[in-house]
């Protein structure tokens, strides 16, 4: 880890100043901070980034493309964009999606205002250690008022072939009153295990009024250990409804964030997880009210295999001032192993009076009751269990906007049962 990599990473980009010295602080400060806290999980001595910043060698095997839905997209495999679409009536309303080197061109000043502004590189080791050492990324701005009817695509392919860091910051601008349907899939491509690590952040910048549909499916690979942050800020009456599948083979350590600044501003996640093999999973899912009559809600549905780990933390805080607010949470586990590992843990801090918060947490195996009506109507016992939990984790599958996706989706879930 050293400041000349770092600038020398730089500069072979053409970035401006400012986002050098933004590095440099970055990598300055990083080793005074601790690591984010993720309760019930262990992962200090996890190889979470060794410090090299480099870019991928150009993929050799090119993605079928023609199998992609027809939507507006971004295709990247490690630090190579390969693939933007975005039609020409968006483009004439000043939409844009493309790589971050892209944006800092063409147009910087929006870029600037918005980078790191819905997480500060100051806010723990991993958050700085990504703004020092991020490689890639995407940035898709929506100007004021535009209404995006097609879903808008980002997917990022991490190259299992090379040992390069997946250090990728996905930035996403709603201007006021905007609204859009975002899918974002983080998956490894290619026919190698070599093991790396993964530091992805991803900021949603919510304008007044504004509205998203976030979905998004993460499908790393066991050789991959991953950090991933997703972080949203509401401005006044902004609303965004996350739908997150994690399904990565390899242990993760997750952070979904809404921070719901303006007044009336809302945020639903829906979170699925699986665990399998000797997999160790922590995800926080966290919404903190500031805003008065703002509202949050937190659904986590997870299902452990095997010898698997699963920790879900629920976290509603409503700040000081805030009052009229709402904080739900709701975080259920379904156990298919005696072996398995889970903990379900709901937090509540409430800072003011006038207030609504609440929290169910539960874990659990197959109910019986279930099993025996399904096996009842002829179902073998592996066919009922499968149904079961695709109904189980069905509230967030049914929110991904894209058919094909959706059924990848169940695929992946019927291929973790199907080899466990």
């Known amino acids: 880890m050293t400041r000349e990599a770092i600038k020398a990473f730089s500069l072979m980009q053409a970035e401006p100043d400012w986002l050098l010295e933004r590095r440099l602080a970055a990598f300055d400060v990083m080793d005074s901070l601790e690591l984010p806290k993720i309760e019930r999980v262990k992962f200090s001595r996890w190889n979470l980034g060794d410090g090299s910043i480099e870019e991928n060698t150009p993929f050799a095997g090119v993605p079928d493309f023609t199998a992609l839905s027809p939507h507006p997209k971004l295709v990247q495999v490690g630090t190579q964009t390969l693939l933007e679409e975005m039609p020409m009536d968006l483009l004439e309303q000043g939409v844009r999606f493309t790589d971050l080197n892209t944006a800092l061109e063409e147009f910087p000043e929006v870029v600037q205002a918005a980078l790191g502004k819905a997480l500060p590189y100051t806010e723990d080791r991993l958050a700085a250690y990504h703004t020092a050492y991020m490689n890639s990324g995407a940035v898709l701005y929506v100007p004021d008022g535009v209404e995006v009817a ?41 026919q190698g295990q070599v093991a790396t690590t993964a530091n992805i952040s991803v900021e949603v910048l919510a304008g007044k009024g504004s509205q998203i549909k ?43 964030d809404s921070d719901l600044m303006g007044d009336g501003s809302h945020a639903n996640l829906k979170v699925v997880a699986i665990s399998s093999g000797r997999q160790v999973q922590g995800i926080d899912t966290r919404v903190t009210n500031y805003g008065k009559h703002s509202v949050g809600h937190i659904l986590q549905h997870g299902v452990i295999l095997e010898r698997g780990t699963l920790t879900f933390n629920g976290i509603g805080h409503i700040i000081k001032g805030a009052k009229g607010a709402d904080a739900q949470q709701e975080s259920r586990v379904l156990m298919l192993s005696d072996k398995a590992r889970s903990d379900a843990n709901p937090i509540l801090l409430i800072d003011e009076n006038e207030v ?29 269990e499968q149904l079961v939990i695709r109904g189980f984790l069905g509230a967030v599958i049914t929110e991904i906007p894209v058919k094909s996706v959706r059924e990848d989706m169940i695929a992946v879930v019927d291929q973790k049962l199907v080899g466990r």
């Open 356 to 384: 609504t918060a609440g929290h169910a947490a539960s874990i659990g195996q197959v109910d019986p009751e279930d099993m025996y009506y399904l096996m009842s109507r002829g179902l073998d016992r592996f066919t009922a």
């Open 214 to 256: 976030f979905a998004a499916i993460d499908r790393l690979g066991s050789h991959v250990t991953t950090y991933i942050s997703r972080r949203g800020r509401h401005e006044q009456d902004a609303t965004i409804d996350w739908a997150l599948g994690v399904m990565n083979e390899g242990n993760v350590i997750a952070d979904f």
């Open 150 to 190: 097609s879903p808008v695509e980002g997917i990022f392919y991490q190259n299992s072939d090379e040992s390069v860091p997946f250090n990728k910051h996905i930035l996403i601008i709603l201007g006021k009153n905007a609204k859009l349907t975002y899918l974002e899939r983080f998956e490894s491509l290619g």
